[in-house]
């Protein structure tokens, strides 16, 4: 089964900066879109970032346009999550999730991927 583990969160002061990974692996299905999502208590599970193929193409939430940048590492099969200038608000647990199906348009909703990570919480203190 496809496998993702995400690393590098922890605690960090506002304004700070942080990169998270996700490792895939597992599984022999192409993948068609990489994306991260945050959940803070309360509230539900909301987009962060997405990347999508083969036609590339990148998507960013409102609230982390340009603070947060995704990006891949195919040869590790790692998608990274470049978050600056985090403010208290970034604060959530954050998840990796990949689209396994054969679609090529946007991906930018929990339902549009199949497959989660555990998720690595990210505190910002004030």
């Known amino acids: 089964q496809v496998q993702l583990v995400e690393s590098g969160g922890g605690l960090v002061q506002a304004g700070g900066s942080l990169r998270l990974a996700c490792a895939d692996s597992g599984g022999t299905l192409s993948r068609t879109a990489m994306g991260w999502f945050r959940q803070a208590p309360g509230k539900e599970r909301e987009f962060v970032a997405s990347?999508?193929?083969?036609?590339?193409?990148?998507y960013y939430a409102d609230a982390v346009k340009g603070r947060f940048t995704i990006s891949r590492d195919g040869g590790k099969n790692t998608v990274y999550l470049q978050m600056n200038s985090l403010t208290p608000e970034d604060t959530a647990v954050y998840y990796c999730?990949?689209?396994?199906?054969?679609?090529?348009?946007?991906?930018?909703?929990?339902?549009?991927?199949?497959?989660w990570g555990r998720g690595v919480p990210v505190t910002v203190s004030s």
């Open positions: 999730a990949t689209r396994t199906r054969p679609y090529f348009g946007p991906a930018t909703k929990p339902g549009d991927f199949d497959s």
């Open positions: 990347l999508t193929w083969p036609v590339k193409t990148e």
